[in-house]
């Protein structure tokens, strides 16, 4: 495109900010896990790993990640079922009414957490009296988890088409035969990356999670918890540097395996 | 003509496209059972029980209809002032995250190269996976006394309050801006960029003319989040708002402080109708549409 060499300086210039803006908090956060001062004054005085030898023997914090572990994995297993069934029926059955099912699968992500949160608090607690715990977490993740999971499938049926499912019937595959071998190595990338998207949504919620919880912790929650104590700053600066750092391996796996739509 | 595939498997075979209706009922009952009852059924309830009422003796919740919380949502000024705060927080993170963007978003599609443009990818991306506390939590640090910017600044840093608010909010959204615009503006050949050089546009006129209207459902679509999300939080305003109050945060207190669930049930159903509101909006411009093509 020809754009003027003063404007392609600009938004070159701009680019360069921006990527400034979206990484130095968080090199921020890596540097000051090692920061020695305990209130963390910048510049840091000193470095150290005293703080990292502390993190890694906080109880706290392991059972926290123990419990954000499993709600990600079974909300993330549940929302790949439900979200790939809706996903067919939507891109390859004659089914009435797909735009208002699929603002149903959309809303739970599209309308502010906090109004999901009370809505099924008031559900599970007050008019349904369970106990809150990892099981109504899970039940609410998987909620607003099917969305992605949907999207990613959509995106890739709308993409494949149904000419290798119809030539696998006419050379007399079997519907489940169709599946295990035409449809579902298709779809594989999708799934991947819908999982991996519904588990790293699951795994950083707080609002929905902090109304559904009850005593539970997951690792937002016990961050949040311990986030305005003085005396464990020390820690959650490192927990903090952890999640950052391993934030990476999603992008890169995403790269490897998923494809260049999701 | 002799066939080479058994004809009773061709039928079996074909079996599975008969009545694609039915099945296809039967492939979004899991799905649907699950959204209405858990989602819808949730929804039902908090619209339910924001007609309730609270014993002021024993503090219990009593299921009496009333609108009287839904009246003191309307004629509370606390309420109120609050509400057209955290609507002009909303619009001015999507403003910022829609000016930081779309440059940025025009540089990755038409003027960096492939290889430059999987790097901004990933370098875009990246901080999106980046925990939602940890990167609030970020600017708590950033923004603290003794902290990083105040050393900058000589002891003049912004300090905690609204404008760490929307800076904080700006920050979290960003990334979910930028995708959708950068993919408004792949989305056209390069063909149509250079027609418009070729026809003698200056790259200005190319910019408004071209790249605009291109970038506007982009925007919409980024919208959707920037402007939600912005509306619902209140985690971000406990980390760096000081003493700023927000929707989420009024809500929060009337359930958890107030023990007010009904008037909270209430409460959430303002910003609620706000994000309906935007969303009816932007249909209107007819945005929408052409993103989900």
């Given at each position: ?262 | ?256 402080t107030a023990n007010d669930q009904p008037l909270a049930a209430a409460l959430s159903f303002v910003p609620l109708v706000v994000v309906l509101v935007y969303l009816f909006a932007l249909r209107a411009t007819g945005s929408l549409e052409q993103e989900s093509r």
């Amino acid at each position: 495109m020809r754009l003027s060499a003063g404007f392609r300086r600009f938004a070159g210039a701009w680019t360069v900010l921006v990527l400034v803006f979206l990484y130095v908090p968080l090199l921020f956060v890596v540097l000051n896990s090692f920061n020695s001062s305990r209130t963390f004054a910048f510049p840091p005085t000193g470095l150290t790993l005293n703080w990292w030898q502390a993190a890694a023997h906080n109880s706290g914090a392991w059972h926290a990640l123990g419990a954000t572990a499993i709600v990600g994995v079974c909300a993330a297993a549940l929302a790949l079922v439900l979200g790939t069934c809706a996903a067919f029926a939507l891109q390859r059955y004659p089914v009435w009414g797909k735009q208002p099912i699929s603002l149903l699968i959309t809303m739970p992500i599209t309308l502010p957490g906090i109004v999901t949160g009370i809505a099924m608090n008031t559900t599970f607690h007050s008019v349904l009296g369970w106990n809150l715990s990892l099981l109504t977490v899970i039940i609410a993740h998987t909620t607003f988890c099917v969305v992605v999971v949907f999207n990613n499938v959509q995106a890739r049926l709308r993409r494949t088409g149904t000419n290798l499912q119809e030539a696998s019937a006419d050379l007399g595959a079997s519907g489940f035969q169709t599946f295990r071998w035409v449809t579902f190595p298709q779809l594989r990338g999708a799934l991947l990356a819908g999982g991996l998207l519904a588990f790293a949504l699951s795994f950083d919620e707080i609002v929905v999670t902090e109304f559904t919880a009850g005593s539970t912790r997951t690792l937002p929650l016990w961050i949040f918890d311990n986030l305005f104590r003085p005396n464990q700053a020390p820690v959650i600066n490192v927990v903090a540097a952890v999640l950052t750092v391993v934030a990476v391996v999603p992008v890169w796996i995403a790269q490897r395996y998923g494809d260049d739509e999701a | 003509m002799t066939s080479l595939v058994p004809t009773e498997n061709l039928r079996a075979g074909r079996r599975s496209n008969r009545r694609p209706a039915l099945r296809g009922y039967l492939l979004l009952l899991p799905p649907m059972a699950w959204l209405v009852i858990a989602y819808l059924g949730s929804m039902a309830v908090l619209l339910i029980s924001a007609f309730w009422s609270v014993d002021s003796f024993t503090g219990q919740v009593v299921h009496v209809t009333t609108t009287g919380n839904f009246g003191a949502v309307f004629h509370d000024s606390l309420f109120r002032t609050v509400t057209l705060r955290t609507v002009g927080v909303a619009l001015g993170v999507t403003v910022i995250d829609a000016v930081l963007a779309v440059p940025l978003a025009l540089f990755m599609a038409k003027v960096a190269g492939p290889t430059m443009r999987i790097a901004l990818m990933v370098a875009v991306t990246t901080p999106l996976w980046a925990s939602y506390l940890v990167k609030a939590y970020a600017w708590r640090g950033l923004l603290a006394p003794n902290g990083p910017l105040d050393w900058i600044t000589g002891g003049h840093s912004i300090g905690y309050g609204l404008p760490a608010t929307v800076i904080t909010l700006s920050y979290l959204w960003l990334p979910y801006m930028i995708l959708p615009v950068y993919a408004a503006f792949t989305r056209v050949p390069h063909s149509m960029w250079e027609a418009s050089a070729d026809l003698g546009a200056t790259s200005a006129t190319t910019l408004r003319r071209i790249a605009a209207p291109l970038a506007f459902p982009g925007i919409a679509a980024g919208s959707i989040f920037t402007f939600s999300l912005s509306l619902g939080d209140y985690i971000a305003v406990q980390i760096v708002g000081g003493k700023t109050q927000l929707l989420g945060n009024v809500i929060y207190g009337q359930l958890v402080t107030a023990n007010d669930q009904p008037l909270a049930a209430a409460l959430s159903f303002v910003p609620l109708v706000v994000v309906l509101v935007y969303l009816f909006a932007l249909r209107a411009t007819g945005s929408l549409e052409q993103e989900s093509r």
